[in-house]
């Protein structure tokens, strides 16, 4: 069964995800989740982990960590099992809390940073009972959910000591009032504009720009077991979604808002491209376009068969095809 990719490195940024088995609660009350806290904050310590924010919700958790030692999967062995331990023994229980390994999103540190740092701390409105809500009210909510780090971003006095603040701030003017001011701003537009980062993540294991899944690729494509290998090669032959759209743009003349807005083969031959080429689920492609799935899955069904019986589409795709290969990542 191939695993979840696993890159290690000083100094590696990870956005880390554990979900409850069967997607059931990993927290039973307040006092489950002070305690998680605590083991989060001596595990921190013993691995001389940077923790940057978390989010606890009902049967998951969101963690956004800096190894210096390089050392993510034994701080995240130790923290899981010891939590776990603590849950079963309090709720008299056996077997597993989560639904297999964590997972680990590799974050280029240089451009992703403050943009991963606010999709986490926006968790708490993805609720589904919280679609229709205002924005003041989900601005209110948020202020107020105290098992997040985003009550110390916005207030110092609600600070956790084991909690670094100062890094991602630094890109909001500091660690000062105007810095905290502009950073919850931010946080008010994402509101309203539904922030999303999974369009971004390359093989469902690493998001960061071209120079940074280059590195990678340069530094690990050899590292990792056999079970490991497969999602790694899936990262390497990957294309970034802007480079994609830039190479149909280039070919055709068209802008890539109107390659994205506009009916017709050109947005279906973007579908399948992003698809193909840049790793893409139909469901983040329909976001890219403002479609649903279903829309996505009929745009590329109906451009593979006009590609069957169209000269002039199969000789535009091979040229986009021919431009996409020279790209290197």
């Not at 390089?70 to 062995?77: A, H, L, T, V």
């Not at 601005?139 to 909690?163: A, H, Q, T």
């Amino acid at each position: 069964m191939v695993r979840p990719l696993r890159i290690q490195y000083e100094g590696a940024l990870y956005h880390i995800t554990c979900r409850g088995n069967e997607k059931r609660d990993i927290f039973k009350d307040d006092p489950d989740r002070v305690r998680f806290l605590e083991i989060l904050r001596h595990s921190v310590d013993t691995y001389q982990v940077i923790l940057y924010c978390y989010v606890l919700m009902g049967n998951h958790y969101h963690l956004m960590v800096e190894t210096p030692l390089g050392n993510i999967s034994e701080f995240m062995r130790h923290f899981n099992i010891t939590y776990t331990s603590y849950y079963n023994r309090r709720h008299d229980r056996v077997g597993h809390l989560y639904q297999g390994r964590y997972k680990g999103i590799l974050i280029d540190k240089e451009g992703y940073l403050t943009i991963v740092s606010r999709y986490i701390h926006l968790n708490p409105i993805r609720l589904k009972s919280a679609m229709d809500w205002s924005a003041s009210k989900k601005e209110k909510y948020l202020k107020e959910y105290l098992w997040s780090s985003l009550v110390g971003y916005i207030n110092e006095g609600k600070r956790l000591p084991f909690v670094n603040y100062g890094l991602v701030l630094a890109d909001y003017g500091g660690d000062n009032p105007k810095g905290k001011a502009h950073y919850w701003r931010e946080i008010r537009r994402d509101i309203a504009g539904e922030l999303h980062i999974k369009d971004k993540v390359i093989g469902q294991s690493i998001i960061g720009g071209d120079g940074f899944i280059r590195w990678v690729r340069v530094n690990f494509a050899r590292e990792g077991d056999d079970r490991e290998r497969p999602p790694l090669k899936e990262i390497l032959k990957y294309t970034s979604k802007d480079a994609i759209l830039q190479v149909i743009s280039d070919e055709t003349g068209k802008g890539v808002k109107e390659i994205l807005s506009e009916k017709g083969v050109l947005r279906q031959m973007a579908m399948e491209l992003l698809y193909k080429y840049g790793g893409l689920k139909g469901v983040d492609i329909g976001e890219m376009m403002g479609l649903d799935y279903s829309t996505v899955s009929q745009g590329r069904k109906r451009f593979r068969e006009r590609l069957k019986r169209d000269e002039g589409v199969r000789r535009l795709m091979g040229r986009i095809e021919w431009d996409l290969s020279r790209i290197k990542i």
